[in-house]
């Protein structure tokens, strides 16, 4: 059985991905995975993700992190909400 978390889309993002949520498996033989490389693997399954991506908000558990902080990493069953920033006007 493989280990998976959530991801939560929220506005634009949702709109590139076209969907609300979707589990993600965790690499083979791995517990968890970094920001950067959660950043990489999305941008790969969701090609109109990559530029949104740039600018949004992580939030783990619903507590927001930082996205260049190398020590935060996801886990099996966490749920990762990508947050894009909002657009005023």
Known sequence: MSKE???????????????????ISLPPQSTSISLENLTILLKRRHEKLAPILENSLYAINMEYVENDDQTILVKEGDEVAVIPPVSGG
């Open 5 to 23: 978390f959530t991801v939560l889309y929220f506005a634009s993002a949702r709109d590139a991905t076209n969907v609300q949520s979707e589990k």
